[in-house]
Each structure stands twice: as structure tokens, then as C-alpha cells.
């Protein structure tokens, strides 16, 4: 038995699934991410680098804002990223509750601590602008209460996946609380839409011009395209840890029952 | 049916069931949802006298009065949304932000004399992001008066570049 086949799924018949356990393979999906990873990684932080520092010393500053403006750089991506974080989390979750995908148990409990930091980091730069423009470092308008149940949705699932003494379990759960976590989704992106918020409503819409300069707009969307690829490239490198730990748990229990044997 | 397919219908069933549920239950709150109340929501549903709420809108061009009573600054301003305006009395310092024309949020409650007394001005901002030789541009061209309304689209300012003016 060859080493990559150790925790690869059984093999799934015919059943409709079976195109999607070729991604699951963790011995396909560790050579893959082995080469992709490298350069994720770089490219990520070279465009978070070139859109933070092109945001935060060259871009010009708001005619009302002034230099408090920056902060955008940092916390829209931020932002965009907790939530696209938490559909990945959710759409690992679909792939583990119907097909019982073993790479997407481990993704999902991977996602889980990013997507927290990235979060709380939305939520901290947030309030560092609040408080100088709003006057506040917080309210509880629509918008930032529901940012934060995203927060503790996050935590929530980190707590819940490593809860029981069998992973499974763990994985279960945690997919279905994700899966109802989803609700929230929606609920952040158009809360500035819906109610009345402090928060002021998305400036980068489908439907109208961005109400936002050139100048600005093209840092915030290279910081934005690197958070993304930094995203990315931390849960690939966590999820390979992952599989090499749960591959190795498996050589030495197999070697055990040799022994025993 | 495989099982597959089994687990996939009893998981969309499950959202159906849980999306329309959070839909009805947003629909039942919506109004204790919101942050403020603009003017006109007070004509409709105003608040019992003498309890705190929160007001919003614009601050109408024209209307800011600055004083000191008793060494603390004074404002008296009229927020108002196109439809209706209600005179507010803030005692203490404003944000940065505040101007005419622009957004703000008031805590604070209605007084017998129909004014609104504010403990709490907190400046809104809105979704357009614009350098200062822009808006400066725009304010001399004549496009746009912030104290007046929101900025014009922004097509027709967010590629511009504006003349340099004296270095």
C-alpha cells in the first residue's frame, strides 16, 4: 500500500458523486498544492504589499476624511474577505454533509481561524475609523451587529469542530451550524440597503459606476486581490498540514496493528 | 434514491425551510431593525414624548447655529429628509464630519415645544470617496454645493483630473 493512498476515500461506484472525489483525493490534492502553493503565496503578498503601501503613502486623501481614509485599504478587504471566508466555509460544509468529502472536513476546520482573524481584523479597523468619523468606536447598527454574529459564528464553529472525541462528530456538527450560520450572509450585504445604518452603503455596486476615485479604487482592488490569494494561500497551507498529520496518525496506527498482529 | 441524493434533498429542504423562517422573522422586526428614524417616520409612528430615540438625516443648508451657553459649545440645527426637517439642540462638541448637507445621526428625545434635544451627534458618511482638488473642482465649476445634496454621479467625476492649480 503506497503512502497516498492511505487516507484516500474507498472507491465510490457509480454513484453521481464520483467526478468530485477526484478533487478530494488528499494525495492528488497534496502534490497539487505543493506547486500552486509557492506562488499563491508570493503573488499574495506582493499585491497586498503593492496595494497597502500604494493605499496608505501614495493614494490621495478625502476631501472630508482626510488621511482616515486609509484605513479603507485595509478594512474593506478585510471585510470582503470575512464573508467570502464564510461561504467557503459553508460550501466545504455542503461537500462534507452530502458527499462526505475528507478534504473538505479538513478545509472547513482550517477556514475556521482565518476567517476569525480576518474578521476580528474588519472589526477592529472599523472601529479605529468609527471613532474619529462617526464620533463612536461602536453601534449597534445593523451592519456591525451583524458583522460581529459573523464573528462569533467563526468562533462558534472553531469550538464546535474540535469539541468531540470523534472527529466525525466534530466535522457534523460543525457543517451543520456553518450551514446555518449562512442566514447571515445576505443579511450583512444588504443590511446597509434594508434599514437605516450608520454604516454608510456599498460604494462598488453591479449596478452603478463606483463611487469611489480611480486613484483610490486601484489600491483598494490590488489589496483586495492580494488578501484573497493570502486567504487562499494560508488555508491550503493549513489544510496540507492537516492531511500530513492525519496521514501519519494513520502509518502509525497501521504500524501498531502490525506489531500487535 | 441514492444516499447521496438523499442527504443533498434533506438538505435543501432544510434550507428552504430555515431561509424562509429567517425571511419572516426579519420582515416581523424590521422595524425595531433600524437604526434611526428620519423626519418623516415621526409624523407616522412618533415615539411616546420625553422618550429617547434616535433621529437622522440631513442637516439642512442654512440652519447651523453655533453659541456658547455657559462655556459649553451650542449648536442648533434642523435635520431634515426632503420631506419633513425637525429642529435639534445639541450641547457639546460635533464631530469632525458634521457640515451642512451632511448626514448625521442624534440621540435624544422630543421636547414639549417640538424640538428634539440631542445628547449624542454622530456624523454618517457617505459611499463617495473623492480627493480634495476634486471636490474643489467641482465645488468652483458649480456641479456640486455640498451644503445642498449629495455629490453629482459619479461618472462624471470618479476618472477626472483635476488642473493643478498654483503647485
Known amino acids: 500500500m503506497d503512502a497516498s493512498s492511505v487516507v484516500a476515500p474507498p472507491p465510490s461506484g457509480r454513484n453521481p458523486g464520483r467526478s468530485l472525489h477526484r478533487f478530494a483525493n488528499p494525495g492528488r490534492f497534496l502534490r497539487l498544492s505543493g506547486v500552486v502553493l509557492p506562488w499563491l503565496a508570493a503573488t499574495g503578498a506582493a499585491l497586498t504589499a503593492l496595494g497597502l503601501i500604494w493605499g496608505l503613502f501614495y493614494a490621495p486623501a478625502d476631501w472630508q476624511q482626510g488621511d482616515a481614509v486609509r484605513i479603507m485599504y485595509v478594512h474593506v478587504p478585510a471585510a470582503w474577505l470575512a464573508s467570502a471566508g464564510y461561504l467557503g466555509l459553508a460550501i466545504c460544509s455542503v461537500l462534507s454533509l452530502v458527499w462526505r468529502h475528507p478534504l473538505a472536513d479538513l478545509a472547513a476546520v482550517e477556514i475556521g481561524p482565518v476567517g476569525a482573524a480576518f474578521t476580528a481584523l474588519c472589526l477592529l479597523t472599523g472601529s479605529i475609523w468609527g471613532k474619529p468619523m462617526w464620533g463612536a468606536w461602536w453601534v449597534w447598527d445593523a451592519r456591525l451587529t451583524s458583522v460581529l454574529v459573523l464573528f462569533f459564528l467563526y468562533l462558534g464553529h472553531i469550538a464546535l469542530v474540535r469539541a468531540f472525541d470523534n472527529p466525525e462528530r466534530g466535522y457534523r456538527s460543525g457543517a451543520i451550524l456553518a450551514l446555518i450560520g449562512v442566514v447571515n450572509l445576505p443579511i450583512i450585504k444588504f443590511s446597509v440597503d434594508w434599514w437605516n445604518t450608520l454604516h454608510q452603503p456599498d460604494t462598488i455596486t453591479l449596478t452603478g459606476a463606483p463611487t469611489m476615485y480611480v486613484g483610490m479604487l486601484w489600491p483598494l482592488l490590488f489589496s483586495a486581490l492580494g488578501y484573497t490569494l493570502v486567504f487562499a494561500a494560508i488555508v491550503a497551507a493549513r489544510t496540507r498540514a492537516a492531511v500530513m498529520e492525519r496521514r501519519i496518525r494513520t502509518l502509525l496506527m497501521m504500524r501498531a496493528e502490525e506489531t500487535a498482529a | ?102 448626514g448625521v445621526v442624534t440621540l435624544g428625545a422630543m421636547q414639549p415645544d417640538g424640538t428634539f434635544r440631542a445628547s449624542e451627534v454622530l456624523a454618517k458618511h457617505d459611499e463617495t470617496y473623492m480627493p480634495k482638488d476634486v471636490a474643489d473642482a467641482l465645488k468652483k465649476s458649480g456641479h456640486w454645493n455640498p451644503a445642498a445634496g449629495p455629490p453629482p454621479p459619479a461618472a462624471t467625476w470618479n476618472t477626472m483630473e483635476p488642473k493643478k492649480t498654483g503647485g
Do not use: H, N
Open chain 2, 1 to 102: 434514491m441514492t444516499r447521496k441524493r438523499r442527504r443533498l434533498w434533506i438538505l435543501l429542504a432544510c434550507g428552504l425551510g430555515l431561509g424562509s423562517a429567517a425571511t419572516l422573522a426579519l420582515f416581523a422586526f424590521s422595524d425595531s431593525l433600524v437604526f434611526f428614524l428620519a423626519p418623516s417616520d415621526l409624523a407616522a409612528k412618533a415615539p411616546a414624548p420625553g422618550r429617547t430615540f434616535r433621529l437622522g438625516g440631513l442637516v439642512e443648508q442654512g440652519s447651523v447655529q453655533r453659541s456658547t451657553e455657559k462655556g459649553r459649545p451650542t449648536a442648533k440645527f434642523r435635520v431634515g429628509d426632503g420631506a419633513a426637517s425637525v429642529e435639534v439642540t445639541y450641547v457639546g462638541i460635533l464631530p469632525d464630519l458634521f457640515r451642512e448637507g451632511q
